[in-house]
């Protein structure tokens, strides 16, 4: 059988972290079997809607290399992607639950069903509703709502058909949580559109869905999903249930709550790479039942991977059953490790110069060291201490405009300079670089640089702590060949002049 899986977000807003780790598994799982997935809308709560929303989640899988099989703008057989636009579908199905009494229209008003909520509530009962419109005639129905009264369709909780509860494919068997279903689930609202119960069951039928892959808040609506199926005689797909994912602060992630837009991570430089490789191992781990065959070993928790790695190794029985918080300083490792590979496939230079030279022109509008094959040469001596391509700017503002020996940092610096000892190193190496001679490559640079500590009678350290001073104003940057061999000889010697003043 052809495995087919969905992604199926609602258009309330951005695309966040959690939704992207579950579009990201249904990714893997789906490549892993040689299956396919399904990018659907679930956009029946129109109330929620957000505008432009749609578009933001397909610019974010888009931007992490998540590419949907069919969905919007990608039409397939199981078309349309949209649940506003399959309406009559839900209906039909619908009117197979009335038909064959699992489920009945109530006409009882919003205030009706507070009250007896209320009254139930107060007696000590657990039900929700008191099923006043069960047993009205098919005749009574069909009259009131050819008399235009609004009606809702409900599940007939209590002639649900025998039917097996499969174990979930992450946590197992679940224990049946029909307790905290309200009575008689609400199946299609008074605005004839369906709740996402009744919808996702027909969907995931007419799609011919064989894996859910869904977050584990769902997971206390299951057994209404498996009646469903049952009442309908219909097969169910195999479901697993992902545990969720939590802010640092332990919080529930939300699109409501936290910085988690999966775009805000795009405007801020981080790899797309290493946002999918954090996401993959918040909450892959060790296999949680150690009798089940893996055919691979599960990662370590800071596994540098890359998307087809991560579907090599991806097992569902590796996914572990607590809920994970996203730790921001493990992405900072993996991101740097991500720009590191990036940095020696072919055109990984070019690539990341270019999309840092527009930065980099904004913040230096005036600086004449803006070029892309400047930038490149700047990463390349930069690549070891740069954590988020959009640092770069920052982190080598020496390289892009003079110092500035203002700043409260440089200030401390010269103040544990001895001044003779300053000025004999840096006119000492002005009047060396001044008479030419040698390439000015870093070999020689290094040379020059030993020699004349040596002459000055200095600890390496000392020497090079004057010298990174007069050069950039700062305590740390790369090796000081690197840079002077990127500044040129000309500017090098400039900035030794000036550095004579400060």
């Keep these: 059988m052809s495995v087919l899986l969905r992604f199926a977000p609602s258009p309330t807003g951005a695309l966040h972290l959690g939704g992207l780790r579950t579009a990201l598994y249904n990714y893997l799982y789906a490549r892993k079997l040689g299956g396919k997935w399904i990018l659907r809308v679930e956009d029946t709560d129109a109330t929620r809607a957000v505008p432009g929303a749609v578009h933001g989640i397909r610019e974010a899988l888009e931007w992490v290399g998540l ?50 909520r209320e009254k139930l509530a107060r007696s000590g009962s657990t039900t929700t509703y008191d099923k006043a419109c069960l047993n009205l005639t098919e005749e009574e129905a069909v009259r009131r709502v050819q008399a235009g009264e609004k009606s809702i369709i409900r599940l007939n909780d209590g002639r649900l058909p025998s039917r097996p509860s499969p174990p979930d494919l992450i946590f197992g068997a679940v224990k049946d949580a029909h307790a905290s279903l309200p009575t008689d689930p609400v199946l299609v609202k008074s605005d004839l559109f369906p709740t996402y119960h009744l919808a996702s069951v027909v969907d995931d039928h007419e799609m011919g869905i064989t894996h859910v892959l869904r977050g584990e808040e769902w997971l206390p609506s299951l057994p209404l999903h498996l009646d469903l199926y049952a009442c309908l005689s219909l097969k169910a797909p195999h479901f697993a249930h992902i545990p969720l994912l939590l802010n640092p602060d332990g919080s529930k ?19 797309p790479s290493a946002i999918l490789n954090w996401l993959a191992l918040a909450g892959w781990g060790v296999p949680h039942d150690q009798t089940e065959s893996i055919t691979q070993q599960a990662p370590d928790s800071t596994s540098v991977m890359s998307l087809r790695e991560m579907i090599q190794k991806f097992e569902l029985s590796s996914l572990t059953h607590r809920r994970s918080v996203l730790d921001p300083m493990k992405l900072e490792y993996l991101n740097k490790h991500h720009l590191m590979q990036l940095m020696s496939v072919d ?39 740069i954590t988020n391509l959009n640092d770069l700017p920052f982190e ?24 003779d000892d300053y000025l004999s190193v840096i006119v000492s190496l002005r009047r060396r670089l001044s008479a030419g001679g040698g390439v000015w ?31 950039t104003g700062s305590k740390t940057g790369p090796a000081l060949s690197d840079l002077m061999q990127v500044l040129g000889r000309e500017r090098t010697i400039t900035r030794l002049e000036h550095a004579q003043t400060v």
């Design 347 to 385: 055109g990984g230079f070019d690539e990341m110069a270019e999309r840092v030279h527009g930065l980099v022109k904004g913040i230096y509008p005036f600086s004449q060291y803006t070029s892309v094959a400047y930038i490149k040469a700047v990463i390349c001596i930069m690549q070891s201490r």
């Design 396 to 419: 080598a503002s020496f390289l892009f405009v003079e110092p500035d020996f203002s700043t409260e940092e440089a200030r401390a610096m010269r103040l544990k300079l001895h001044s």
């Design 253 to 271: 992630m939300s699109k409501r709550k936290g910085d988690v837009q999966v775009l805000d991570y795009k405007r801020r430089g981080w790899e």
């Design 67 to 116: 590419d949907y099989d069919y969905g919007p703008v990608k039409e397939g057989p199981h078309a349309p992607y949209f649940q506003s636009e399959r309406l009559d579908l839900y209906r039909t199905y619908a009117k197979k639950l009335l038909d064959n009494g699992h489920a009945y229209r109530c006409f009882c008003s919003p205030d009706r069903l507070a009250a007896t």
């Design 441 to 471: 490559d870093h070999a020689n640079i290094t040379n020059i640089l030993h020699e004349e500590a040596s002459d000055a009678k200095l600890k390496q350290k000392g020497y090079m702590t004057i010298l990174r001073y007069a050069l």
